[in-house]
């Protein structure tokens, strides 16, 4: 049984920094593409940032470009998110999600329909 679980979210000032983590059990962490998405109360789910399995190539929103970083370590099974200069739009509840070839195309990365196993999510609130 695949388990994808998020964790590191919290309450943080407008400008400030969080660090999330997503660790995968019951599959072969190194065998599929990972992506991290965001979703706001009343919004559709947005794509944030994907990386492949090797860690080689990366897709990124441009709203998220030059702030947030996606990173893998795969003897770890973990994915994680670092995330700079948060503003309060940037509140929301953030997925981890595992697919394999999911980061291969520069136009099907976002889609959601590309990944397979999700987790619950793990809510980042931005304060002005």
């Known amino acids: 049984q695949v388990q994808v679980v998020e964790s590191g979210g919290g309450l943080v000032l407008a400008g400030g920094s969080l660090r999330l983590s997503c660790t995968v059990s019951?599959?072969?962490?190194?065998?599929?593409?990972m992506g991290w998405f965001r979703q706001a109360p009343g919004k559709e789910r947005e794509a944030i940032s994907c990386?492949?399995?090797?860690?080689?190539?990366?897709y990124d929103a441009d709203s998220v470009k030059g702030r947030f970083t996606i990173s893998r370590v795969n003897a770890e099974k973990t994915l994680y998110l670092q995330m700079n200069s948060l503003e309060p739009e940037d509140t929301a509840m953030y997925y981890c999600?595992?697919?394999?070839?999911?980061?291969?195309?520069?136009?099907?990365?976002?889609?959601?329909?590309?990944?397979?196993?999700w987790g619950q999510g793990t809510q980042v609130t931005v304060s002005s």
């Open positions: 019951g599959m072969t962490f190194g065998d599929v593409d």
């Open positions: 990386i492949s399995r090797t860690g080689r190539y990366t």
């Open positions: 999600a595992a697919g394999w070839g999911a980061c291969r195309f520069v136009g099907s990365w976002s889609s959601p329909h590309e990944y397979k196993y």
